[in-house]
C-alpha cells in the first residue's frame, strides 16, 4: 500500500444486518476510507448481506435504521450499491422488474441499491485496487 | 490478476461455500484467472459419492465436477484439513491437489476471498 498511498475500494457485505455487524462495520471503515481521501468503487451485497437493501426494514426507533444509513451514504457519496440477484431473489428481495417476471405481490428494494449480476461484482474486482470483504463471522 | 477463493464452510448446514462457489464460477466466466481452496470443514466438500436425499439439497458435487468445464484452474485441499476431517486421497472427487502450506498458496494469488 505504500506505493500508492490512495486506494480505491470495493467493499463485499455477505452478512445481514440485525443478525451480524457487518453493515455496521463496512460503513465505519466505508466513512473512514473516504475522510481519509480514498475512494470507493462500489458496494456489492452478497448472500446475506443482500438484506441490507430491503425498504421493508423496520427496526425499533431507539435502534440504528442500517439500511437508510447505508442509502444516504451511497447517494452522498455518489457510490453504486448492488445486491447480488442469485442471492436477493432467494430470500426475497426483488426489484419491480423482477416482480413482473416472477409475477409477485411486492417489491422491496431500498433505492439506490439496483439488483444486479455477480459480473458486478466481477467488474469490482478489476476497477479498485482493493476488495474488502466482510462477513458475518462466528 | 488471480484470485484464490477459499471455502472453509461445510458443504451444507450453511449456504456461504454455494455462494462462494457461484463467485468463482463468476470469475471464470469472465476469462478471470481463479482457483478454489477448501480448507478446514469446507474439505468436506470434496467427498465422493455424498448422500444427500435426506437433507433435501443438491449434493455439491455436480457444480464441483463443473469447476473445470467452467474454467476454474485449480481445486485445492488443505492437507492438514484433510487430515482432521479424516479425508484421505481415495475418498475425494476427482481433481484435486494436496496443499501443504495455503499460506503460501494465498501469497501466490492478487486476491483472496473467503466463503464466510
Known amino acids: 500500500m505504500s506505493d500508492n498511498p490512495l486506494q480505491n475500494f470495493t467493499l463485499v457485505i455477505t452478512g445481514a444486518p440485525y443478525s451480524s455487524q457487518a453493515p455496521q462495520?463496512?460503513?465505519?471503515?466505508?466513512?473512514?476510507?473516504?475522510?481519509?481521501?480514498?475512494?470507493?468503487?462500489?458496494?456489492?451485497?452478497?448472500?446475506?448481506?443482500?438484506?441490507?437493501?430491503?425498504?421493508?426494514?423496520t427496526p425499533p426507533?431507539?435502534?440504528?435504521?442500517?439500511?437508510?444509513?447505508?442509502?444516504?451514504?451511497?447517494?452522498?457519496?455518489?457510490?453504486?450499491?448492488?445486491?447480488?440477484?442469485?442471492?436477493?431473489?432467494?430470500?426475497?428481495?426483488?426489484?419491480?422488474?423482477?416482480?413482473k417476471r416472477y409475477q409477485l405481490p411486492a417489491n422491496n428494494i431500498l433505492a439506490p441499491f439496483i439488483i444486479a449480476g455477480l459480473g458486478e461484482w466481477v467488474e469490482g474486482t478489476m476497477a479498485s485496487s482493493r476488495v474488502v470483504y466482510f462477513h458475518a463471522g462466528g | 490478476m488471480s484470485t484464490l477463493i477459499v471455502i472453509?464452510?461445510?458443504?451444507?448446514?450453511?449456504?456461504?461455500?454455494?455462494?462462494?462457489?457461484?463467485?468463482?464460477?463468476?470469475?471464470?466466466?469472465?476469462?478471470?484467472?481463479?482457483?478454489?481452496?477448501?480448507m478446514g470443514a469446507g474439505v468436506n466438500w470434496l467427498r465422493a459419492a455424498q448422500q444427500t436425499n435426506g437433507i433435501e439439497q443438491k449434493s455439491v458435487e455436480k457444480n464441483l465436477s463443473a469447476a473445470p468445464i467452467f474454467g476454474v484452474e485449480a481445486m485445492y485441499a488443505d492437507t492438514l484439513a484433510c487430515a482432521q476431517y479424516g479425508l484421505t486421497p481415495e475418498g475425494m472427487v476427482a481433481g484435486?491437489?494436496?496443499?501443504?502450506?495455503?499460506?503460501?498458496?494465498?501469497?501466490?494469488?492478487?486476491h483472496t476471498a473467503f466463503a464466510g
Not at chain 1, 30 to 57: C, K, M, N
Not at chain 2, 96 to 110: K, Y
Open chain 1, 25 to 57: 462495520t463496512a460503513l465505519a471503515f466505508a466513512r473512514a476510507a473516504i475522510s481519509a481521501g480514498h475512494t470507493l468503487d462500489r458496494v456489492f451485497l452478497y448472500g446475506d448481506g443482500v438484506h441490507l437493501a430491503s425498504s421493508l426494514s
Open chain 1, 61 to 99: 426507533s431507539d435502534e440504528t435504521h442500517w439500511p437508510k444509513e447505508w442509502a444516504e451514504f451511497l447517494e452522498q457519496n455518489v457510490i453504486p450499491g448492488a445486491a447480488c440477484i442469485a442471492s436477493a431473489l432467494r430470500r426475497g428481495l426483488v426489484n419491480s422488474e423482477e416482480q
Open chain 2, 8 to 38: 472453509d464452510q461445510p458443504p451444507y448446514g450453511t449456504w456461504a461455500g454455494r455462494e462462494a462457489l457461484d463467485m468463482a464460477f463468476s470469475l471464470a466466466a469472465f476469462d478471470q484467472s481463479v482457483s478454489l481452496l477448501f
Open chain 2, 96 to 110: 484435486v491437489t494436496m496443499s501443504p502450506n495455503s499460506a503460501e498458496l494465498m501469497h501466490q494469488h492478487t
